[in-house]
């Protein structure tokens, strides 16, 4: 399996997973243009995507989806209550399960919470391989741990500095959303999660969603550091996503 963010922050969210028989991506919150590119960067045609997996509707996470499906008619997963928020997709297939396939892959679904009709999080598993892909939410619920436990890697929102967050420039009714449990993770929740999770088994953490105003990626970094420090644990690759840049393209 292989994996890489190409792009991850309030300004655009997309991420692609290869495996041997499909081909994937996870939300296209960048232009198509910008997609494009970066996957025949990888040598992939995007003609030969299989599905668009959408995490939920907000622009960051949906930008160029109306662009890159009308031309290259890529099967877009969405809920039918996302569906009523881009009603504009026309070759849909609803996810109303909690798990499904896609070829040889296998998925996960993990219901988020976040200031949306409805959000998810996924779990992408291939030949006994497996990826944790989760942003955008302000909680984890616990009913998900057996099953979020030991993952190859983590695709993990690591949204802001709590008090980079409360003493910065933002309004307080938006700082009040950030901090809900509809909000985002911030550096402190996504490394308790994080350290609670991996075992030995996982291989990588990528630190997503990084707020550009509130949170830096010294920040986010040190800050899981020294949890998993605190619990005696280790993962030996650590990647903080960009949001202009594509991360290598991993593979497990």
Known sequence: MKVSVLSSGSKGNTTYIETDNARILIDIGNTSKYVKEKLEGFGVDPKTLDAILITHTHVDHIKGLKAFEKKYCIPVYISKVMHKSIDFVDNYIYIDKSEFDIKDIHIDVIKTSHDT????????SNNNKSIVYITD???INEKYFDLLSNRNIYIMESNHDIEMLTNGRYP???RQRILSDKGHLSNC??????????GNKTKYIFLAHLSEENNTEELAYETLINKLKEDKKMVNNI???KQDKETELIVI
């Open 239 to 241: 990647i903080i996503t």
């Open 137 to 139: 939410t302000g909680y």
């Open 189 to 198: 929740d996504s490394s308790k999660y994080l350290s609670t999770f991996i």
């Open 172 to 174: 307080f009714n938006l």
């Open 117 to 124: 009709p409805d959000s998810r999080g996924y779990i992408i």
